[in-house]
């Protein structure tokens, strides 16, 4: 779904706005980690499916109901929320919210173009669009120095068993010092889909929806 600075760039600005995060490292990197599975050796995307608490189609990608799926977030997020790091579940509630947004918003109307024949290959477009547009954001990004030293500071002692604990951190240190160090390219003339321009409406969009419903989980969540 989403690619890595969307994910940051909503959570950060969505920790600015909320007023209910204490720990930001924390947040960040509980908002990249659901992605961790696929540093796996054996990786198969049936544990996307599972870090991402999907279960509504086929396989992953293929939505055919997504109210089922974001009443399986809250769900998710309500029977963990008290078992791990109070912001880490935040920040990993964030991203899986910020997914769920990109599929209604996004994927899904690409797909309806690519099945109606108007755009062959949608799907492999979107995804190099996205490669060079996450660069951009990275590069636009007023706060970066700031972002990025907040999510070194990131820690957690324990994550959910969907994911794998010592990937949470190879998956961040791998956005800090690899994924970025370098301008991209993908090879195609504009964007159709995804260009900064509009991932900085998604991005804006997203955090007004996922504020409220962070700040409406804090007033309903039980003392611990």
């Not at 949470?168 to 010092?177: G, H, K, M, Q």
């Amino acid at each position: 779904m989403s690619y890595p600075m969307v994910h940051l760039l909503t959570a950060f600005e969505t920790a600015q706005q909320c007023g209910v995060i204490h720990n930001l490292p924390a947040f960040l990197l509980g908002s990249l980690a659901p992605d961790s599975v696929q540093f796996r050796e054996d990786y198969h995307y049936t544990m996307k499916e599972k870090s991402h608490a999907w279960a509504c189609g086929p396989r992953w990608g293929e939505v055919e109901d997504s109210e089922k799926w974001l009443r399986d977030i809250q769900s998710f997020y309500r029977e963990n929320r008290s078992l791990y790091d109070r912001d880490f579940m935040l920040g990993y509630i964030t991203h899986l919210l910020t997914d769920w947004l990109m599929d209604v918003e996004i994927w899904q109307p690409l797909l309806t173009e690519q099945h109606s024949g108007l755009i062959p290959d949608a799907d492999k477009r979107y995804h190099k669009e996205c490669y060079k547009t996450d660069y951009e954001l990275f590069a636009a990004c007023p706060y970066q120095e700031k972002l990025w030293s907040a999510l070194k500071l990131g820690t957690v002692d324990a994550v959910p068993p969907v994911i794998p604990f010592e990937l949470v951190f190879a998956l961040r240190d791998s956005i800090l010092y690899e994924q970025f160090a370098a301008p991209r390219e993908n090879g195609l003339d504009g964007y159709l889909f995804c260009s900064p321009e509009r991932m900085r409406c998604f991005i804006n969009s997203s955090v007004q929806h996922i504020t409220k419903w962070l700040q409406k989980e804090e007033q309903e969540e039980p003392e611990r």
